[in-house]
């Protein structure tokens, strides 16, 4: 069954940094692509950081420069290191394959998110 735990959010002055973490299922992981995406309130969950199963990373103008995503392939599991924090990064962060995982009988699947709030 399609699984995703995102873990690592919190409450942190601008300028700080956090270690954001996600626990795939198998059958997710194995999807070349991973990334991470965020949420803010009222607009669009947008995609700020891809990672290829070989390494390859890309990122959103907005975290370039601030942002490391990182995939650990023998645990099935995605980081991402975010320093130099903005309030403008306060969100919901989830993780997900890239495109986002379609369960057959549930559609696509999203975790629960981690909150991010960076107070200035």
């Known amino acids: 069954q399609a699984q995703l735990v995102e873990s690592g959010g919190g409450v942190v002055q601008a300028g700080g940094s956090l270690r954001l973490s996600c626990a795939a299922s198998g059958n997710i992981f194995s999807i070349n692509d991973m990334g991470w995406y965020r949420q803010a309130p009222g607009k669009q969950r947008v995609l700020v950081a891809d990672i290829t199963r070989d390494g390859t990373t890309a990122y959103a103008d907005s975290v370039k420069g601030r942002f490391t995503i990182s995939r650990d392939n023998a645990k099935n599991t995605v980081h991402l290191q975010m320093s130099s924090l903005k309030p403008e990064d306060t969100a919901v962060y989830y993780c997900?394959?890239?495109?986002?995982?379609?369960?057959?009988?549930?559609?696509?699947?999203w975790g629960q998110g981690t909150q991010v709030t960076v107070s200035s």
């Open positions: 997900n394959a890239n495109p986002p995982y379609v369960d057959v009988r549930r559609g696509v699947y």
